[in-house]
């Protein structure tokens, strides 16, 4: 039994040592701490979900830290949030077309973190294995990220389900989907806060290029051009056929 811990515990060690620094944890939030990934020197990308108060909207992103590559032996470098940017999907008073809807936010850093490299979203491919990473939320004390390898399966995009081949154990809503078997490590995606999600052996994400390119445009001070708000396009040039949905 003992030797069989041990080797649990090894392979778990070699799991986190193989992680990029980018992968971290944002805390100071309304649930205790959200997992987040460095995708610019001073952006952090993170469920918005995390982020939400109970009835009192949004975290004030200048209460919030960033702590870069966090395990037992510390952080590779931490940052303070400056203001939090959340998917325009997110506001309730708006018309979201279907397959629009993202729950994700940017955490902007008052200084780009020096030492940590960002890492970069990528298409996941049906058949190949990642890793889902999150710090478990029921310990909030919990400096280790855990670490298991799920299989993309494929399915029509914007969704991606992954299997992990036996049960996770505890929610991992808004785990970091990373690549790290083609080259750089890369994003593939966040974990949705579905109900399989909550202990099972699947979990599912999103696409998250066109969700970053939308809040990166709403962090730079421009409109994303993809949203209608009260029926009216924040676009000139709408794009046929997809009510809702416009063109840049």
């Known amino acids: 039994m003992r030797l069989a811990a041990l080797a649990l515990w090894l392979t778990a060690g070699m799991a986190v040592a193989e992680l990029p620094a980018a992968v971290g944890r944002v805390e100071g939030g309304p649930w205790g701490h959200c997992t987040g990934v460095l995708v610019a020197a001073d952006q952090v990308l993170v469920l918005a979900s995390c982020l939400q108060r109970p009835l009192r909207g949004w975290a004030d992103g200048a209460r919030l830290?960033?702590?870069?590559?966090?395990?037992?032996?510390?952080?590779?470098?931490?940052?303070?949030?400056?203001?939090?940017?959340?998917?325009?999907?997110?506001?309730?008073?708006?018309?979201?077309?279907?397959?629009?809807?993202?729950?994700?936010?940017?955490?902007?850093?008052?200084?780009?973190?020096?030492?940590?490299?960002?890492?970069?979203?990528?298409?996941?491919?049906?058949?190949?294995?990642?890793?889902?990473?999150?710090?478990?939320?029921?310990?909030?004390?919990?400096?280790e990220p855990a670490v298991a390898t799920c299989r993309a399966f494929p399915l029509r995009a914007p969704m991606r389900p992954y299997d992990c081949g036996e049960t996770m154990g505890e929610p991992v809503n808004g785990a970091v989907v990373l690549d790290l078997g083609r080259g750089r490590p890369a994003l593939a995606g966040l974990v949705e806060p579905r109900n399989r999600t909550n202990g099972g052996r699947?979990?599912?994400?999103?696409?998250?290029?066109?969700?970053?390119a939308d809040l990166r445009a709403l962090a730079a001070g421009r409109d994303p051009p993809r949203v209608l708000r009260g029926g009216q396009a924040r676009s000139s040039h709408d794009l046929p056929g997809r009510i809702g949905i416009t063109r840049p």
């Open 65 to 143: 830290t960033f702590r870069a590559g966090l395990t037992l032996a510390g952080a590779a470098a931490e940052g303070q949030g400056l203001r939090l940017v959340v998917h325009p999907s997110q506001d309730q008073s708006g018309f979201m077309p279907p397959g629009y809807f993202n729950n994700a936010a940017l955490l902007v850093l008052a200084a780009p973190l020096p030492g940590v490299e960002p890492v970069m979203p990528r298409d996941a491919a049906a058949g190949r294995d990642y890793r889902v990473v999150h710090y478990p939320a029921r310990d909030r004390d919990a400096a």
């Open 202 to 212: 699947w979990v599912e994400t999103r696409d998250i290029g066109p969700a970053l």
